[in-house]
């Protein structure tokens, strides 16, 4: 069954660094997304990409973070400046019109 | 501000019974409900999706949908010491695009 594939699976940086974190969605499907949760918290939205651009984003997706979809596979998030608080597991999901499918994780932390 | 609630937990059970989740939602609108099911340190699975009000059966899990209260449950049967995880309740609505809400979950504990 295909599968979303992200890496790494584990990131750690010191803050002020920037960070990119990759995906590998679903082959066929047209819509991508980044989530993140915080330990012990709920899984929240940060972006969605529709035909090479973004069609939502949350209030979480300020300046500091940016996708892009450099090539016709990968779907990166770059997070500018890690502050401690960016600290969570993202989540790449992917969907071709209704559900979505999330990848395995990267779990980001700042020291 | 669209939210989804969800009951914590943990809700324990006994290996065999029915366990019984809930879910609120204050987006009128929302038109797609989805449950996954995560297990700790994992990544959100789908379970099931349910776009009309009334049951929908698969396998061992029913979900339930009444727009009216704004209420989506999902019922598993013969709960497994494996079904053991916390169960994510997701709502999209059509003027917030294709992004999922989540509520916090629920714990689910069946005991063998």
């Known amino acids: 069954e295909p599968e979303v594939t992200q890496t790494p699976s584990h990131q750690v940086t010191q803050m002020g660094q920037e960070v990119i974190l990759r995906c590998v969605p679903i082959?066929?499907?047209?819509?991508f997304y980044w989530y993140r949760q915080i330990l012990g918290q709920k899984v929240e939205f940060l972006v969605s990409f529709y035909n090479n651009e973004i069609s939502e984003k949350s209030e979480i997706f300020d300046d500091q973070f940016s996708v892009e979809r450099p090539d016709g596979s990968n779907f990166t998030l770059k997070i500018r400046s890690t502050k401690l608080e960016d600290s969570a597991m993202y989540f790449c999901?992917?969907?071709?019109?209704?559900?979505?499918?999330f990848g395995n994780g990267t779990r980001l932390t700042v020291t | 501000q669209k939210e989804v609630e969800q009951n914590s937990g943990p809700l324990s059970v006994p290996e065999g019974a029915i366990a019984s989740l809930n879910c609120t939602y204050s987006d009128r609108v929302s038109q797609s409900f989805f449950w996954y099911r995560q297990y700790s340190g994992k990544s959100p699975e789908l379970i099931m999706s349910?776009?009309?009000?009334g049951d929908k059966e698969d396998g061992r899990f029913t979900a339930q949908l009444n727009k009216a209260s704004q209420y989506v449950s999902l019922l598993i049967r013969d709960s497994q010491p494996s079904d053991s995880a916390t169960y994510l309740c997701a709502v999209r609505s059509a003027q917030a695009g294709t992004a999922l809400i989540f509520g916090k979950g629920t714990t689910l504990s069946v005991s063998s």
């Open positions: 082959s066929n499907h047209l819509y």
């Open positions: 349910i776009y009309s009000n």
């Open positions: 999901a992917s969907s071709e019109e209704g559900t979505a499918h």
